[in-house]
């Protein structure tokens, strides 16, 4: 039976539509291919005195075998696997390994006496929610990593590790479309063996497993649906819209055709982008827009050209160093740094010295910050870790030699961070040169404006550093007071609150008044919606995610920068909301 067969059967003509979160853009048609989940309906009972110690050897034993699967995994990655897969599965091999999960959960064999599973779910249950609290967005989404390990260890207990389709016996001619509670990055890896259209997941959000790696599949996910699982069913028909997060199920003729030719426009329109990589990022009006990339590992750094970025406005260095158990040192860190300069030959490359929060040690350990949002982080964290900075100052000054490359400061919030940073730089730098290691000193200075504080006395930051860079992630959430991975209040996580866009302003002035290049690198710069405002803003330079960036040039080469400007200026002066569609008009 056709897909068009299928939808136009009466039985079939309610459609169900579900809503979840889009995080990669497109759209699919296809079979849903629900993954099981019976494997983890886990059987909880009590043991005997006796049976404590084979309890514990068959947790052991389970333990081993799933890490010892992840590590074949990571060594025998093929080539063109995405390389988010890698971290994310060693990463989960690192959590199997830590000592303290398994001995954990044997204390809890041994104390409650209830079956290895009953231990490994409640333990589980604690760690998650431990993970749960974190302030940190990224961190706090690793508690659907040490779920996903457990899962793990729990298939292998119950005997059912294979609870993926054999993808030999599934018919791969049409579009198939995996439904699932969660996709592990484990189970990513063996999905990639088949050709999906879209993944729908119930759990996860924007920087889940099932997220990171659909979009470097570039294929269009939905996260974070709630009962997708249990609302569909193996086979039936479904349009994934990736734009706006919206799944149908079994739809109706009608609807099949208006979302083939949504499909059919989205790809033709892709294929005219990609036309767009090497135009000119220009306005009617001949200004000259910046358009770098951020990245998040040095692998990235090929994406990012590939999609024409000038440069790259914001590499995280952070990744290098989480999920984890030893810092990198110099010399990892250099080749890293070294690695994205090279590969951008000659393009400028905007390293952000270590962006940690409070609320996590680099070692794993962690720690209780009474406000881990506003407390020991960042640029705080490095100055107050001396060695620590000094080492990645090293790395960037080596890196450097191979060609331009930039330092970036998060979370600056006084003047004298700035010179604090001078100077480690310089005794970086001295001694370097006491060693005779390869390194160049003339790299320039800057900061990340996301603490309020910065952006409305930003003149002297502007005039001494060589340039700035608005986390308007960060600057958002402190401005308004909202924790942005809060969903409780993320309605009042409001990027277009006059507030906010004056501070935007205020520092886009102050370094045109300077001559200090300004760029926005947080989520804002990539949001085609906004990009019109943000020119009226005055912004110039923009920095996102590689799959954002022809978009937004697209939207840059139709806008006339100047009149956006006097629009913009007239409803800020009057701290009014911008109205979007107008400035489309
Ligand atoms: C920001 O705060 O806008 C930003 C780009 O940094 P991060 O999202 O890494 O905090
Ligand atoms: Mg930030």
Redesign the pocket.
Known sequence: MSASDAAASPALNSTLCLVGQGVVRGYAIGRAVVMSAAALEVAHYRIADEDVAAERQRLCQAVEAAAQDLHQMVETLPDDAPRELGVLLSVHAMLLQDPMLVQSVCQLIEERQVNAEWALTTQGQTLAEQFALMEDAYLRERSADVRQVIERVLRVLSGSAQWLPNLDEVDTEGSLIVVARDISPADMMRLRGGKFGAFLTDLGGATSHTAIVARSMNVPAVVGMGLVRALVRDGDLLIVDGINGVVLVNPSLAILREYQDRQAAFLRERDELKSLRFAPAMTLDGIQIRMEA?IELPEEAADALTAGAEGIG?F?SEFLFMGRAELPGEDEQYEAYAAVVRTMAGRPVTI?TL?IGADKTLDGEATVATNPALGLRAIRYCLANPELFNTQLRALLRAAAHGPLRILV?MVSHMHEVVATRRALARAAEELRDAGVAHETRVQLGA?V?IPAMAIAIEPFAETLDFLS??????IQYVLAIDRGDTDVASLYDPMHPAVLRLIAHTINAGERVGKPVSI???MAGDVRVTRMLLGLGLTGFSMHPQQLLDVKKEIRKAHSNALRVKVASALNRAERIDLAALSA
């Open positions: 951020n914001l995280r952000r962006d998060p990340m996301e608005i986390g308007t992630n960060d600057l690198c947080g989520e």
